[in-house]
């Protein structure tokens, strides 16, 4: 079965940075995008960044454009999030997230906490 595993959340002072990682297994890994979306409290899950199955195109929420930068290594089964530049209201849970053959699949996500 598909699974999708984060980690790498924490607590970080604004300005700092963080790497998440999400490690698939259960589907064929070099077939499909991946996704992160992130959900604070109080608030809807969004989007966040998502990446095309060969790597080659990236999108991004004009929230985290220019500063997050989503990648992935298919030999690994991984796909990364790099956060630079955090802010408070990037505090959230963040998700990785897949669609394979129509179904949504989710991590159980990882805790970011940006305060001073």
């Known amino acids: 079965q598909v699974q999708l595993v984060e980690s790498g959340g924490g607590l970080v002072q604004p300005g700092g940075s963080l790497r998440l990682s999400c490690a698939a297994s259960?589907?064929?890994?070099?077939?499909?995008?991946m996704s992160w979306y992130r959900q604070a409290p109080g608030k809807e899950r969004e989007f966040v960044a998502r990446?095309?199955?060969?790597?080659?195109?990236?999108n991004y929420a004009d929230s985290v454009k220019g500063r997050f930068a989503i990648s992935r290594d298919n030999a690994k089964d991984t796909v990364y999030l790099q956060m630079n530049v955090l802010k408070p209201d990037d505090t959230a849970v963040y998700y990785c997230?897949?669609?394979?053959?129509?179904?949504?699949?989710w991590g159980q996500g990882t805790q970011v906490t940006v305060s001073s």
């Open positions: 997230n897949t669609r394979v053959l129509n179904n949504d699949y």
């Open positions: 259960g589907f064929t890994f070099r077939l499909y995008a």
């Open positions: 990446i095309t199955y060969s790597g080659l195109s990236t």
